[in-house]
């Protein structure tokens, strides 16, 4: 990810920072969206196949990196995967920041909230939330009402005010 600042003139954007992830790979799709709020940022790689100890889960299951700004340097603090991560669920095909909450869409996640009855490609969205201590925690999958094959639910996804706003591509 490619962090540019403006010029002291406010003229034109210039590269500042390039933040990567610790265990990037090039088939991870490493900043397919990035979202900032004050000094945290989240950015999602769809592909990736890895957990955050390096465990393989399978391709395509997605991770969500966090980073704190600290001083004038974006440190990486965490990465995040669904609890029930999967193969081609895709973790951050949608993804939002506000204050102590992270949402990621995951449209190719096929189960329910309790990770049973798969439907495919139905589709969830993952909200994580910081803790006291700064850790990033999952503390709900949300699904759609009516579940059915390939409705996408998470293509997009929006967290404003307490909201917690989804749309599926079907």
């Not at 999602?44 to 390096?54: F, I, Y």
Request: net charge negative.
């Amino acid at each position: 990810a490619y962090i540019h600042s403006l010029s002291a003139g406010g003229t034109k954007f210039v590269l500042d920072t390039i933040v990567t992830a610790f265990d990037r790979d090039a088939a991870d799709q490493f900043g397919y969206h990035i979202k900032v709020d004050g000094n945290y940022m989240a950015i999602a790689a769809t592909t990736d196949e890895n957990d955050s100890l390096g465990n393989f889960i399978g391709g395509g299951k997605g991770s969500i990196y966090t980073y704190e700004l600290i001083g004038n340097t974006w440190v990486y603090t965490d990465k995040l995967s669904a609890s029930d991560a999967a193969s081609n669920d895709r973790l951050g095909e949608s993804l939002d920041l506000e204050g102590d909450y992270i949402v990621a869409g995951a449209t190719g996640t096929d189960t329910d909230e309790a990770g049973l009855n798969p439907i495919i490609n139905n589709g969830a969205v993952y909200v994580f939330k910081r803790n006291s201590n700064g850790q990033w925690i999952q503390t709900a999958k949300v699904v759609e009402p009516v579940r059915q094959d390939n409705d996408w639910f998470g293509y997009t996804c929006d967290i404003s005010n307490g909201n917690l706003l989804v749309g599926a591509f079907n």
